[in-house]
């Protein structure tokens, strides 16, 4: 069974600076897409990132970059220059290439201060 | 174009009652997953539907059912409340094949008294 480890309950960090977000998961499928979600407190699940684990080129998307370690089963998200609309909960999350379902971690709480 | 939407936001039943969801995917999606989210148990899988057949269901009892229509729209049942159905029940579309991630709705808010 897949399982997915965010060992930081709760971070913050100054506005402007950057921020990074730790994941591991465990798994023996060798093809597997993994997310980051951020859950504002709107409720509403966002994606933030996305990367398939045949690629080796880390992925990003304007200030949010994953550094993926394959081998190592690690997907940490970096956040740079952080906003205080980055303020939520985040969440890593891991699908099988065969599977329909997504397995979550338990979730990071980041507060970005002013 | 329109997002997924769950109605209702915010519910509130009793012990023994029965409730059903609803979720209207994003246009074109024909795939809708349902999540229950609580602050113990956090995100967990219930069911995954396409073109109105059940592909994947989670560890769930059988209270918990679902369906869908042939318009992708997407309705979720919880017989015989338990205090323990409180939660955020959250629904997701995505387009068959694609893994690019689910869109997820603002979810439903079900309190069970």
């Known amino acids: 069974a897949q399982t997915v480890t965010q060992s930081q309950p709760e971070m913050s960090v100054q506005e402007a600076e950057t921020v990074t977000l730790s994941c591991t998961y465990d798994?023996?499928?060798?093809?597997?897409?993994l997310f980051w979600y951020k859950q504002p407190p709107s409720r509403q699940m966002i994606l933030v990132i996305r990367q398939e684990a045949y690629k080796q080129q880390n992925a990003t998307e304007n200030r949010f970059s994953v550094n993926f370690q394959k081998a190592a089963k690690s997907f940490s998200l970096k956040i740079s220059d952080s906003q205080l609309g980055d303020t939520a909960m985040y969440f890593c999350?891991?699908?099988?290439?065969?599977?329909?379902?997504?397995?979550f971690g338990a979730g990071t709480r980041l507060t970005v201060k002013p | 174009k329109a997002g997924v939407t769950q109605t209702p936001r915010y519910l509130i039943k009793t012990r023994g009652q029965q409730v059903t969801l609803s979720c209207s995917p994003i246009s074109g999606h024909r795939s809708v997953s349902w999540y229950q989210q609580t602050p113990g148990q956090g995100l967990q899988f219930l069911f995954e539907?396409?073109?109105?057949?059940?592909?994947n269901k989670g560890n769930f009892p059988g209270r918990f059912s679902g369906r869908q229509f042939s318009n992708s729209r997407s309705e979720m049942n919880v017989s015989t409340l338990e205090l323990g159905d409180s939660a955020l029940y959250l629904c997701?579309?995505?387009?068959?094949?694609?893994?690019?991630?689910?869109?997820f709705g603002s979810g439903t808010r079900l309190t069970v008294v």
């Open positions: 798994t023996s499928e060798n093809n597997y897409y």
């Open positions: 999350a891991f699908m099988a290439w065969r599977d329909n379902d997504m397995r």
């Open positions: 539907y396409f073109s109105e057949t059940q592909r």
């Open positions: 997701a579309s995505s387009l068959v094949g694609q893994r690019s991630g689910y869109t």
